[in-house]
């Protein structure tokens, strides 16, 4: 078997520090680590960094970061917009749309014809090129110039956009899938019906982390105890329900608990959550893990989700999780690992929650199985191996 010597990763976005999205992150990390194991990598990225906009703010060209190198392209500035969103509202609604409607939605999409020219261009420079995640126009068209030489690392959900048929033909022309878990690689399974030999799980790894639990409390002035969520504050991360919950609780209830969010995005707060809301917006990993570990417990109320990196880190940070019913991919890891609980309606919401104030002994022990699971399943050295065999067959 020849070994990838010189692999090329294809993201959306990249960031030099750790704060982005986590299919991001997700690549970033995997290209780090095949990096230390002595592959020669490159990380073809654009030159946007806001999600929403995807304005080309950063300049083009190669730039060297932790001895890797980064090649920034620009993103297409002229797709149309307007019928990209049009046709986006169309699909995220469930109702059907026909394949011009298809191609006009994967060609208004975020694209970088330079990006795609560069792989075209420099392609047999690359043994295996790993692109992700799915959703983007840009990772379709890379994926298309070498397909099978391509790992498609799709970090899948089921979701509307999961079901038109330009992934059917993505996820069963690219060389390789390389999923996060064995829920996202069931989904993949049931949806495009790829080769079985191509599809593999290897996730992502982590790294164990000290963490002070008190260290944010005392910071923020903090005398009771705290929900914590961390991550992009929108409609399909689950945010809204989290904030009509946690409103909810207090009212219902009377315990004096807090909800702390870190990240971005807007936060449509009610007026009596809003003194018990405490939002610090994008934080260093370590105040994050400090964060975390100060936690009565870590809610992740997504129900669209991949790996879930956040919760792993709530678990090396020695804090349960509550996850969405729905979620499977989150519930699968509360099953197997045994760290946290799932709910899908509010009375179970309460139930738990009531459950981790009310039962320290219940708390500790859940978040000493959820550390366990993650320093067992999550480990670099296992993560690095399952990836280069894969590139490497």
Known sequence: MKKAERIAFVTPRFSEGATIGGAETLLKSLAVHAAASGRSVTILTTCAQDHFTWENTLPPGSKTVNGIEV?????????????????????????????????????????????????????????????????FGLIYHAAMVHPKKTVLVPCLHDEAFAYLSVFERLFNTVGALMFNTAPEMELARRLYKPDPDAMSVVGMGLDSFDCDPN?????????????????????????????????TFRSRTGHDIKLVLTGSGPVDCPAELRPHLIDVGFVTEDEKHNAMAGALAFCHPSVNESLGIVILEAWLAETPCLVH?????????????????????????????????????????????????????????????????????
């Open 325 to 393: 019913e729905k979620a499977a991919v989150l519930r699968d890891h509360c099953v197997k690992g045994g760290g946290g609980l799932w709910f899908k309606t509010y009375p179970e919401f309460e139930a738990e929650l009531s459950l981790l104030l009310d039962n320290r002994n219940a708390r500790d022990q859940l978040a000493a199985a959820g550390k366990r699971y993650v320093m067992e399943n999550y480990r670099w050295d296992r993560i690095t191996d399952k990836m280069l065999n894969v590139l490497d067959a």
């Open 215 to 247: 260290a944010f409390s005392r910071q923020q002035g903090i005398k009771t105890p705290y929900v914590i969520y961390s991550g992009r504050r929108e409609q399909l991360k689950g945010t809204p329900l989290l904030i009509d919950y946690m409103t």
């Open 71 to 135: 090649i920034f392209f620009p993103v297409d500035e002229d797709r149309d917009i307007d019928a990209f969103l049009r046709t986006q509202t169309t699909i995220s609604s469930g109702r059907a749309v026909s394949m011009e409607e298809e191609n006009t939605w994967i060609e208004n999409n975020v694209n970088s014809r330079a990006l795609c020219e560069h792989l075209q261009q420099n392609g047999d420079n690359y043994d295996s090129i790993v692109a992700g995640p799915y959703l």
